[in-house]
């Protein structure tokens, strides 16, 4: 019960400092106002459907600038604390070290929660006011008229926190052994990238002319690279939900969670032995 | 009983560079500190004093030796709830008030929800910082980011204190301020570890120093037995005419002693700054 109560107060000062960051005000402004005006974009939709369009700019947005905003913080808000020393005053106190790393990861998980949430509300209602909109020309032509689903907004709201979880927890885990900011940054980035393509691994573990050291490899990447494209079924689930494969969100979930689970963990172990 | 601190044997080695050549930041010291004593930790930088105090709080793990907390492994969960630390050159989250992070800090020290209003007020009052304790602590100066780094040191009613360098950077009448809250912890029971660069606070406040050099012990004891020079005595004179000198001379060589030199007593900087500043007295 103690331990709970300490890692709330870390998570929750992290929380409070990491709202007053500039980049996160700048990055949720700037993030709103892409989303709120992507109707404005969607002459770019290369013949796909209008909400369709609007749909993928705004989650791709949330995507892109979530990551930047989960790689960033997490790193700066640990090594600020490493930096400045507070960690040491801290540290010096009855708070053991895999509750102050939970704080600060459950801290920086909650800006996302936020982040996420807001822009979610911004996009959930451009596409209702879209919608209703060609629903009335569609009416009006006769034809089907498109909807878009509430309850799928909210299962995709869930999964892209889950997947900014995910981010972030790769992004602790190297800061919790790294020595530079920069470095945490970059590797941060680059676990992203990597996360994006892992499919590749998965489509080289599936060839059977590939030889034992490229199998053993990907086989390697797959459990140990988490798929951040599977979470990418946002449109689907708000625009069209009967065509996501049953299941797909719940393993999207239990998957993305076992990997934040694991690298939590790797990374208070790492921690622990890290001298202060 | 046992001590507040008790080091032995502590050797502690970094390892530099690529190659991992190692550093040897302390080198086989052993130190027990008394209990109820303010002990005055001193060197030159670099002399391993922080590293020490760092294996001391289990912030770093020792190459070899033991340390130990009031009769508890110093990296016990037990041993740092009681203590309390003050770091050097403390930083504290700005937008927090001065109650609000002595709160906060109480948290973490495992102060009960129901007494933590009363710790954070008596941790503030004890630092002088009832004031300003609704400040944001991004405002406050060198001197309130020490006294308030003090009283979230002392918010759990910690044993043992510990506070590197607590008057860096702080004017003459913010330091006496900090001594005279040292020894007030010290007439509260509480054992006190020092360390400073500032001889004339520490000679003035503590009862004990050890001073360090190239991570070795070099000299251990009560201030009073470290400073005294047996062998020499000092007469203070009123009215000293060449005269009376020269007899004093003459009738001390008579008697078999040697009069080295004289010369005019002189008070100290800080007196004299205590003395010419306004409100310097009672600071």
Same mark, same amino acid.
């Given at each position: 019960m103690q331990s709970m109560r300490r890692i709330f107060w870390i998570a929750r000062i992290t929380f409070l400092e990491a709202v007053r960051q500039r980049l996160f005000s700048f990055l949720l402004l700037l993030g709103a106002a892409l989303a709120g005006s992507s &109707?404005?974009?969607?002459f770019l939709n290369f013949g796909q459907g209008e909400l369709k369009f609007v749909a993928d700019f705004g989650f791709g947005i949330m995507f892109l600038f979530g990551s930047l905003l989960a790689v960033v913080m997490m790193a700066q808000l640990l090594f600020a604390e490493l930096d400045n020393r507070t960690a040491m005053t801290l540290l010096a106190k009855p708070l053991g070290r895999s509750e102050f790393l939970l704080g600060k990861f459950l801290g920086v998980w909650a800006v996302m929660a936020v982040f996420v949430?807001?822009?979610?509300? &911004?996009?959930g209602a451009v596409l209702l006011s879209r919608a209703s909109e060609l629903a009335a020309l569609a009416e009006e032509a006769g034809r089907t008229a498109p909807v878009v689903d509430g309850g799928g907004l909210v299962v995709f709201a869930v999964l892209q926190w889950l997947r900014l979880g995910v981010v972030s927890a790769m992004t602790l885990l190297v800061s919790a052994g790294a020595r530079t900011f920069l470095f945490s940054v970059?590797?941060?980035?680059l676990a992203v990238l990597g996360g994006q393509?892992?499919?590749?691994a998965q489509d080289l573990l599936a060839k059977d002319d590939a030889g034992v050291f490229q199998r053993s490899l990907a086989w390697f990447a797959t459990r140990a690279v988490p798929n951040l494209q599977q979470f990418n079924i946002g449109d689907a689930l708000v625009l069209d939900p009967a065509s996501v494969p049953p299941g797909a969100p719940s393993a999207a979930i239990l998957s993305g969670f076992l990997h934040l689970t694991a690298f939590v963990v790797i990374a208070c172990a790492l921690f622990r032995r890290r001298e202060i | 009983m046992t001590s507040a601190v008790s080091i032995r044997g502590l050797t502690k080695d970094f390892a530099v560079g690529i190659r991992?050549?190692?550093?040897?930041?302390?080198?086989?010291?052993?130190?027990e500190i008394p209990r109820g004593q303010v002990y005055g930790?001193?060197?030159p930088n670099g002399c391993g004093k922080s590293t020490t105090l760092k294996i001391v709080l289990g912030l770093v793990k020792p190459t070899s030796g033991s340390t130990s907390i009031l009769g508890d492994d110093a990296a016990s969960a037990e041993a740092r709830r009681r203590t309390g630390f003050l770091p050097e050159a403390p930083y504290f989250h700005r937008f927090l008030s001065g109650r609000e992070l002595v709160g906060y800090c109480a948290r973490l020290s495992g102060v009960r929800e129901d007494d933590i209003r009363a710790s954070v007020d008596r941790a503030l009052e004890l630092a002088?910082?009832?004031a300003a304790a609704d400040r944001p602590v991004g405002t406050y100066s060198k001197g309130m980011l020490q006294r308030i780094g003090l009283a979230q040191a002392v918010v759990h009613d910690p044993e043992l204190i510990i506070l590197d360098e607590p008057t860096a950077g702080v004017d003459p009448v913010g330091s006496a301020a900090i001594g005279r809250m040292i020894s007030a912890m010290r007439s509260e029971g509480r054992t006190v570890v020092l360390c400073s660069h500032l001889l004339g606070q520490v000679e003035q406040v503590c009862d004990r120093v050890a001073i360090m050099d190239r991570g070795r012990l070099v000299l251990e004891g009560s201030v009073e037995e470290v400073l005294a020079r047996r062998d020499r005595h000092l007469?203070?004179?009123?009215?000293?005419t060449p005269a009376a000198e020269a007899a004093a001379r003459e009738a001390l060589e008579r008697n078999g002693a040697l009069l080295g030199e004289v010369s005019h007593p002189r008070r100290s900087l800080e007196e004299l700054f205590r003395e010419l500043v306004t409100g310097s007295k009672d600071a």
């Open positions: &109707v404005a974009f969607r949430l807001l822009l979610c509300a &911004v996009l970059v590797a941060g980035m393509l892992q499919w590749l | 991992g050549l190692k550093l040897r930041a302390v080198d086989d010291l052993s130190i930790l001193l060197g002088s910082m009832t007469l203070e004179v009123r009215g000293l």
